[in-house]
């Protein structure tokens, strides 16, 4: 299993900036890679959906929504993933949930969740 954490939310006015972070900790040894990293954003009542992906590599894609407005970055070193949100808009205002793709031994893939970080967008 991993832990995961995020932080960096908060309220902001339409066209301001956040950066949110993801710390993914390994909890036991049998926790290999971490590898494909995701911001989720989640309104009451609705499923989470997806903006943003990283690979492992550092491929990324972006929901149309959030392309060229949000950039995810990560530090393998750290095993933790950033997004930069600029230019906000009250509809982005949701929150923000981080899942952590892994592998472990012996072979087999799992994703862990954070409990979110919230995001308010004023107009």
């Known amino acids: 299993q991993v832990q995961v954490v995020e932080s960096g939310g908060g309220l902001v006015q339409a066209g301001d900036s956040l950066r949110l972070s993801c710390v993914a900790t390994?909890?036991?040894?049998?926790?290999?890679?971490?590898?494909?990293m995701r911001w989720h954003p989640q309104t009451p009542g609705k499923q989470r959906a997806l903006v943003a992906e990283?690979?492992?590599?550092?491929?990324?894609n972006y929901a149309d929504s959030v392309k060229d407005r949000f950039t995810i970055s990560r530090d393998n070193a750290k095993n933790t993933v950033h997004q930069q949100m600029n230019s906000l808009k009250p509809e982005d205002t949701a929150g923000y949930y981080c899942?952590?793709?892994?592998?472990?031994?012996?072979?087999?893939?799992?994703?862990?969740w954070g409990r979110g970080t919230e995001v308010t967008v004023a107009s």
């Open positions: 899942s952590v793709h892994f592998s472990y031994n012996p072979r087999g893939s799992r994703v862990d």
């Open positions: 390994k909890i036991g040894a049998s926790v290999d890679s971490i590898n494909t």
């Open positions: 990283i690979s492992s590599s550092g491929h990324t």
